[in-house]
Nanobody, 126 residues
Framework: QVQLVESGGGLVQAGGSLRLSCAVS????????MAWFRQAPGKEREFVAT????????YYVDSVKGRFAISRDNAKNTVYLQMNSLKPEDTAIYYC???????????????????WGQGTQVTVSS
């Protein structure tokens, strides 16, 4: 099992920016595809972004394209989500997740991910 710890959430005004971080335990982080999901109150968990194991391939849900960027630093065992031009509808708990099937591209399916962080709250005020 892999441990994931998110940080960087908070309260921001619409149009502002936040950068989320997800620190991952273990020595084989570089082999894993990673993703961010989010869940707003009363809604199902939603895919946000994913990055392949080597970082060369990324994919986003349409609603965040051009505003969010996922990246990874394999030397630090950390994946990031840079969020710009935030909107009130981005308000949610954000979770990072890891696919421990090694050397894979990312996936939008939450069932492809084996371990999840505890989540970090992002609140965007209008």
């Amino acid at each position: 099992q892999v441990q994931l710890v998110e940080s960087g959430g908070g309260l921001v005004q619409a149009g502002g920016s936040l950068r989320l971080s997800c620190a991952v335990s273990g020595r084989t982080f570089s082999r894993y595809a990673m993703a961010w999901f989010r869940q707003a109150p009363g809604k199902e968990r939603e895919f946000v972004a994913t990055i392949s194991w080597i970082g060369g391939s990324t994919y986003y849900v349409d609603s965040v394209k051009g505003r969010f960027a996922i990246s990874r630093d394999n030397a630090k065992n950390t994946v990031y989500l840079q969020m710009n031009s935030l909107k009130p509808e981005d308000t949610a708990i954000y979770y990072c997740a890891v696919n421990r099937a090694q050397f894979r591209s990312g996936s939008t399916n939450p069932y492809d991910y084996d371990d999840w962080g505890q989540g970090t709250q992002v609140t965007v005020s209008s």
